[in-house]
């Protein structure tokens, strides 16, 4: 794990976008297409808007993303949904491809086949992703399932999970956000070939201690990232304060 650590949260949006934009060149210089996995959050924000400034020929990139609330509807302002299509997708009408899940699909578990099937597809090239406050990576909450074939499953979100929603202000309790999601597994993030890994913010300083310091365990579902062997993690001060 390479570990880059920046002055602001800006500054660490810029270095991780200008990685993936580079990392992404990189995999079309060898080959016609490039599939990327791209997460939401406040610690993606700056990273995306550089992303989407950068020069890539996005009609040969594919985007799929992490997790999404089920019964949420893609109006509300919290649907990851709302957030790629505003944030991301509207910006780069060029997209070759992307598939959104569907938190609102009739049948959850047929939604989590039908994103398997694509996935398996379509491997991951570079994926952006985050660390939640307890560790999470994307809905994987603690403790997390590092054994499973699955690349998408239904969870059940902790009351931590839930309560980082609300400190982040897309919801005004932690009994208002849902209590399941469809998210990407734990051994399917891990099977992306290039992880960049955007983490701000003295709230996750405990997280960030353990995923880089602790033993690999689910009781810190980031920790598998040691394992990985293409992995940047990319911190500002405030994040990387207990290393």
Known sequence: MKIHIQ????????????????????????RNEVNIILATGSSQFATLQH??????????????????????????????RKYLRERFILQVPALMD?????????????????????????PIDVALIGIGENGHLAFNDPPADFTTHSAYHIVHLDQACRQQQVGEGWFPDWEAVPATAISMTI?????????????????????????????????????ILQNHPNCDLFLDLNAAVLL
């Open 7 to 30: 002055d602001t949260p800006a500054k660490l949006g810029e270095a991780a976008g200008a990685l993936a934009a580079s990392a992404i060149r990189t995999v079309l210089q060898m």
């Open 51 to 80: 992303l989407i400034r950068s020069s890539l020929d996005w009609g040969r990139i594919r985007m799929f993303h992490l997790d999404e609330y089920i019964g949420l509807p893609e109006s509300h302002p919290a649907s990851f």
């Open 98 to 122: 992307y598939f959104l899940i569907d938190g609102e699909a009739p049948d959850p578990a047929a939604e989590c086949d039908r994103l398997e099937k694509l996935i398996r597809r379509y």
């Open 187 to 223: 051994p399917q993030i891990l099977a992306s070939d290039k992880l960049i890994v955007s983490v701000p913010d003295s709230r996750k300083a405990h997280a960030v201690k353990c995923t880089v310091h602790g033993l690999v365990d689910p009781g810190c579902p980031a920790s």
